[in-house]
């Protein structure tokens, strides 16, 4: 830690005016918008490009159409009106090489100092690599990367995932897929296809009402015929190498078990805007406050874009109906003398 302390002491300030955190959809439109108004800016992404996306279930179809899913005026052609996640990889991708956008993968921000002074808003940001001097932030760090744990004993065993990814790992076996939204149900029909003897655990008393509209008498269908089975109203209460607990209206039951898919949600990383001096809501949302036009918070110099301004609402806000954050943002850039 000390040489680390010591390292980054070594280490030269990059002056850049904007740093954009989190190469997602809306960061990459961020991008593009301040590249287009001559505004000069660094992307910083603690993974690969579009690293959300690139960490959903291999073979998932988004909801959306893929002119939706558009950014910057870019064409997404994709084979089926819907695209699939490898057709919008690809097409992010494109989209990254074609306007040259400035990103560094793989370099997570730690720390932002804020050392504004009369003379206008002006950060320190440090990474695990380098240090920058911008004078405007834009964060779209997104919702993926904090799963809502279950809290149970045995939830960090091996065969306990909350990041579901392709079903051939589970074929043959007997697996618990915890949760009743769409993530749940996917991974039910896709295990269950693939030969996985499928329970789900959901604690509330129905399938989730946002599963999509197609999907939807599929898994019904499935649990009526008795192919998936269901516990609704029910909890896990213990995972153990072979077995778990459920606490079920009807009592305790013990399943044997070999694999556990806990598809329960996911949360922002909120205390990063907390650290940032980033007002919240007071609400169980925790809705960060920002000025709508605009999308400054209440920090000057700080932006917020994506998914994130929707605080622990994370079905607001989506790639469809936030991409328009990053016109707004760099209009408000330029109106405040940055760019051409
Ligand atoms: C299974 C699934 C299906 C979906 N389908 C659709 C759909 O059909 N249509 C739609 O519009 N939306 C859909 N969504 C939602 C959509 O993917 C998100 O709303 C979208 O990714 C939000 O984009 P974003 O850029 O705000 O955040 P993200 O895509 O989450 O990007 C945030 C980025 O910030 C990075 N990051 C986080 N913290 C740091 C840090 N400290 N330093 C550097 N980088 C950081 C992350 O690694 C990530 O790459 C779906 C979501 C899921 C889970």
């Known amino acids: 830690m000390t040489a680390l302390r010591a390292y980054l002491c070594d280490m030269a300030e990059t002056e850049v005016p904007l740093i954009i955190i989190g190469a997602g959809p809306i960061g990459l439109a961020c991008?593009?918008?301040?590249?287009?108004?001559?505004?000069?800016?660094?992307?910083?992404?603690?993974?690969?490009?579009?690293?959300?996306l690139f960490n959903y279930p291999s073979n998932m179809t988004f909801f959306s159409t893929s002119e939706r899913l558009e950014i910057g005026d870019v064409p997404f052609v994709s084979n089926n009106p819907k695209p699939t996640r490898s057709e919008a990889l690809e097409y992010y991708r494109r989209v990254k090489t074609v306007f040259d956008l400035r990103v560094n993968l793989f370099e997570e921000v730690t720390g932002v100092e804020n050392i504004s002074n009369t003379a206008g808003s002006r950060f320190r940001v440090t990474s695990g690599r380098a240090r920058y001097l911008c004078s405007k932030i834009i964060v779209c760090t997104g919702f993926y990367d904090i799963p809502y744990l279950l809290d149970v004993p045995g939830e960090n065993?091996?065969?306990?995932?909350?990041?579901?990814?392709?079903?051939?790992?589970?074929?043959?076996?007997?697996?618990?897929?915890?949760?009743?939204?769409?993530?749940?149900?996917?991974?039910?029909?896709?295990?269950?296809?693939?030969?996985?003897?499928?329970?789900?655990?959901?604690?509330?008393?129905?399938?989730?009402?946002?599963?999509?509209?197609?999907?939807?008498?599929?898994i019904l269908n499935r649990i009526g015929e008795g192919s998936i089975k269901v516990y609704y109203n029910s909890h896990v209460t213990a995972i153990r190498d072979t077995e778990v607990d459920i606490r079920?209206?009807?009592?305790?039951?013990?399943?044997?078990?070999?694999?556990?898919?806990?598809?329960?949600?996911?949360?922002?990383?909120?205390?990063?805007?907390?650290?940032?001096?980033?007002?919240?809501?007071?609400?169980?949302?925790?809705?960060?406050?920002?000025?709508?036009?605009?999308?400054?918070?209440?920090?000057?110099?700080?932006?917020?874009?994506?998914?994130?301004c929707g605080g622990m609402n994370t079905h607001r806000l989506f790639i469809e109906n936030s991409r328009v954050h990053a016109t707004s943002i760099i209009a408000d850039l330029r109106a405040g003398g940055l760019g051409r």
């Not at 991008?31 to 959300?52: D, H, T």
């Not at 306990?160 to 990814?165: A, E, L, N, R």
């Not at 996917?186 to 999509?212: C, F, N, Q, S, Y």
């Open 31 to 52: 991008a593009l918008e301040a590249k287009k108004a001559g505004i000069g800016y660094l992307v910083l992404e603690k993974g690969s490009l579009v690293n959300s």
């Open 157 to 218: 065993l091996p065969k306990v995932t909350h990041y579901y990814k392709e079903p051939h790992p589970y074929a043959f076996r007997k697996v618990i897929v915890i949760g009743s939204q769409n993530s749940s149900v996917d991974a039910a029909l896709e295990t269950w296809r693939k030969g996985a003897e499928v329970t789900m655990v959901i604690r509330k008393p129905e399938i989730g009402t946002r599963v999509k509209y197609w999907v939807r008498p599929d």
């Open 248 to 308: 079920t209206p009807e009592g305790e039951l013990t399943l044997p078990n070999d694999a556990v898919i806990a598809t329960t949600g996911y949360q922002p990383n909120l205390d990063f805007l907390r650290k940032l001096g980033i007002r919240l809501s007071e609400d169980e949302v925790m809705c960060p406050v920002v000025n709508e036009a605009s999308q400054e918070t209440n920090v000057p110099g700080i932006y917020l874009a994506g998914v994130i």
